[in-house]
């Protein structure tokens, strides 16, 4: 299993961004998986997760501003974030499912004017 996370870089607040991370190695389909981030300092946390059926979750913290999607054609999921502010600096993570040891290597968000 290869997750390969992409999309990151430095953005001004107020900003848009989209992430990637294409999966190989799996039958895409069959997976849930999910967008995590981590700040400096700070825990790894949940940011959002989209399941086979497309059912999603947020964090609160994103709501309203960032959006999972998957494309099971391209075995990619996305996270597409608006509105971005500088606490949502962090590297950013993809995971298979919500409990597995699969990870992508991080891509690094850094919003900052």
């Known amino acids: 299993v290869q997750l390969q996370a992409s999309g990151g870089g430095l953005v001004q607040p107020g900003g848009s961004l989209r992430l990637s991370c294409a999966a190989s190695?799996?039958?895409?389909?069959?997976?849930?998986m999910g967008w995590y981030r981590q700040a400096p300092g700070k825990q790894r946390e949940l940011v959002a997760f989209i399941t086979t059926g497309r059912s999603t979750k947020y964090a609160d913290s994103v709501k309203g501003r960032f959006t999972i999607s998957r494309d099971n054609a391209k075995n990619t999921v996305y996270l597409q974030m608006n509105s971005l502010k500088p606490e949502d600096t962090a590297v950013y993570y993809c995971r298979l499912g919500a409990e597995s040891d699969y990870w992508g290597q991080g891509t690094l968000v850094t919003v900052s004017s």
């Open positions: 190695g799996i039958t895409f389909s069959f997976y849930d």
